[in-house]
């Protein structure tokens, strides 16, 4: 079992920046970054594998940018030029390719306005 564990939401202003962290209680293979915005569904933002390789959806690439630390077993997403439509719950996400377990934190709030 991953335990995950996200900081760093918080209010910012539009076209100001934020980092999102996420703790993991143990090296998983891939980790990634999720958000649910009112009313609508959970998507996809960015992915990193535990070699590196990131993917992002559309949208993120170019002002999001995600990293982790298998170290540390963090992961990290950098929000920069951010609008009132990043408002949102952000989520931290794991999954095991060994196992294929998937694991979720608890979320954090992100609220972009002036």
């Known amino acids: 079992q991953v335990q995950l564990v996200e900081s760093g939401g918080g209010l910012v202003q539009p076209g100001g920046s934020l980092r999102l962290s996420c703790a993991a209680t143990s090296t998983i293979s891939v980790m990634a970054w999720y958000r649910q915005s009112p009313g609508k569904q959970r998507e996809f933002v960015a992915s990193?594998?535990?070699?590196?390789?990131?993917k992002y959806a559309d949208s993120f690439e170019g002002r999001f940018t995600i990293s982790r630390n298998n170290y540390k077993n963090t992961l990290d997403l950098q929000m920069d030029n951010l609008d009132v439509e990043d408002t949102a719950v952000y989520y931290c996400y794991a999954r095991s390719l060994l196992t294929r377990e998937t694991f979720w934190g608890q979320g954090t709030q992100v609220t972009v306005s002036s």
């Open positions: 990193v594998t535990s070699g590196g390789t990131t």
